[in-house]
C-alpha cells in the first residue's frame, strides 16, 4: 500500500435543481465564501488558480489547480491539482429527485514532505480531517443555495 496516495468519495444530496448546483460549483472563485476549509482560490487565468485548503488539523495544503473539464451539458466539473497534492477532483452533478447528487470523486498522492514523513502514523487522522472538510462543505453549499 501506498501511505501517501488517497482515494476519496463523497456524495452530497442538495434540495436545489441540478444546474443549480452545477453552476455554483463551476465559480471555484467563490469557494471561499461558503466553504469554510477553502481558505482562499486565486485565478491566475480562465483554466488555473491556485487554492489554499485547511480543516481541522493545523496544516495549510497549498494546490494548483488547472480545469481539465467543465461540461455543463452532463454537469462534470474535473480538474488537476498540483502542489501539496498531485492528482485530480471532479464533481458530476445530476438530478436526485426533487433536487441534486453531487458525487465528489479525489485520486491524489501526498506530495507536501511533513505529511509525506507522517503519512502512516497521520493516515486515520488525514482521512478524518477530509471527512470535515467535506462535511463543512456541504452545510455550506447547501446554505449558499438557500440564499441565491
Known amino acids: 500500500m501506498d501511505w501517501c496516495r488517497y482515494r476519496f468519495r463523497s456524495?452530497?444530496?442538495?434540495?436545489?435543481?441540478p444546474d443549480r448546483v452545477y453552476a455554483v460549483l463551476a465559480r471555484a472563485e467563490e469557494y471561499p465564501r461558503w466553504w469554510p476549509q477553502v481558505r482562499s482560490v486565486v485565478p491566475r487565468d480562465a483554466a488555473t488558480g491556485t487554492a489554499r485548503?485547511?480543516?481541522?488539523?493545523?496544516?495549510?495544503?497549498?494546490?494548483?489547480v488547472r480545469a481539465l473539464r467543465q461540461d455543463p451539458g452532463v454537469r462534470v466539473l474535473e480538474v488537476r491539482l498540483d502542489g501539496d497534492l498531485e492528482g485530480w477532483a471532479?464533481?458530476?452533478?445530476?438530478?436526485?429527485?426533487?433536487?441534486?447528487?453531487?458525487?465528489?470523486?479525489?485520486?491524489?498522492e501526498v506530495r507536501a514532505r511533513l505529511l509525506r514523513l507522517l503519512a502512516v502514523p497521520g493516515r486515520p487522522f488525514f482521512r478524518a480531517n477530509h471527512a470535515l472538510m467535506m462535511r463543512g462543505g456541504r452545510r455550506g453549499l447547501a446554505g449558499r443555495l438557500l440564499s441565491e
Open 11 to 17: 456524495v452530497w444530496r442538495l434540495d436545489a435543481p
Open 53 to 64: 485548503f485547511r480543516s481541522a488539523l493545523p496544516y495549510d495544503l497549498h494546490v494548483t
Open 90 to 108: 471532479r464533481w458530476t452533478v445530476t438530478p436526485d429527485g426533487a433536487g441534486t447528487r453531487a458525487l465528489y470523486e479525489q485520486e491524489v
